[in-house]
């Protein structure tokens, strides 16, 4: 049986990628499309596979600018040809469940959620830094690209939801059914510590939706150290806004991050994610997580066992929050114990299963 994996790009490195990251390890000798790739900043797990990316890779500065690149992408898809293999595992946030495979290939989505830029676009764009002309005129694209992905909703056979949130808008944009699969966490790769230091933690791309600025502002009011590991488009903004207990690391690598996640205190997460890998993450080392009640920490974050919820995204709320994680008595054994549910090798082993099941359905039903 062949098997190929389909991803929107590979020019960031988040949860979807290490997504991906395991989908290689299940199948390694699939190949992996996708629109556009940076050789430069791919997952160690990654740089053996056989990458085949679209023309737009080609296009010099594509990587750095792919977001200003929108209109290409629906485009770029349609020249994958998949005629050779009997499954295509597409992992999609964006344009890749869209991809069009003949009518004898089996075509499983595991749906990062339905493109939130277009769906949600007022949210999206709300502390984004372009002209008001510029969002009226995005504004009329995204309407068409609307049309266009629901449209495209029919190309796949069946979808996967990473979580409850994204299984609802899968039903309530392409009005399609999915079942859940919760992404993989690699907990070996975390270890927890008795030594503590006095910092909270913040690791995220720095883009505005993430609400990494209420953390900020939060930080700003009570002093606390926090520290801020990633980049992104909002980091000058940010870094702006912050006082001097607020600190920027920008990217570090694996090795590093793990250390800090084991020492910190908590991990803030402030914004509304599809599903949320860095709580789990977090939890994996030991600490509790401060997130916002909404999104994937619905399906990840139990009170007073691995976190504690704030329910408005107002400083006041994330600053009760943070009380409430101090004065709190956590216990290390149980935070990793809710973390191991959410394995890789469980992962795998459930997703191989369901991708078998639903093929021979498929086949079956032909």
Known sequence: MKIAIAHDYLVQMGGAERVVEVFHQMFPNAPIYTTMFKSNG?????????????WMQKMPGGQNHFKEMLPLYPFAIKDFDFSEFDIVL??????MKS????????????????????????????????SSVMKRLLKIYIDR??????????????????????????????????????????TSRFHSTTSIENYYLVVSRLVSYKRIDLAVEAFNRNGLPLYIVGEGPDMVRLKQMAKGNVRFLGRLDDKAVTKMMAECRALIFPGEEDFGITPLEANAA????????????????????NGVFFKRQEVDDLL?????VESHA??????????????EK????????????????FREGQ
């Open 145 to 186: 690209l609307k049309h266009w992905d629901q449209k495209t909703s029919v190309n796949v056979n069946q979808f996967i939801a990473n979580s409850s949130v994204v299984k609802k808008r899968i039903r309530n944009y392409y009005q399609r059914d999915a079942d859940i699969i919760f992404p993989p966490i690699n």
């Open 99 to 130: 991809i069009q495979v003949p009518k004898e290939t089996f075509h499983l989505c595991y749906c990062h959620t339905p493109m939130r830029f277009a769906w949600d676009y007022d949210t999206y764009m709300e502390r984004q830094s372009k």
């Open 286 to 305: 030991g600490r509790p997580v401060v997130a916002y009640q909404a999104g994937g920490a619905l399906d990840t974050i139990v009170p007073l066992v």
């Open 346 to 361: 469980a992962f795998m082993d459930t997703f191989k299963v369901y991708m078998g099941t639903a093929y021979q359905q």
């Open 330 to 343: 956590w216990d290390v054994g149980k935070i990793m114990n809710h973390a191991n549910k959410f394995d």
């Open 320 to 324: 009760g929050a943070i009380d409430e």
């Open 42 to 54: 791919l997952l160690d797990e990654l740089r053996d596979a056989d990458i085949r990316a679209s």
């Open 90 to 95: 597409s992992s999609s946030s964006a344009f």
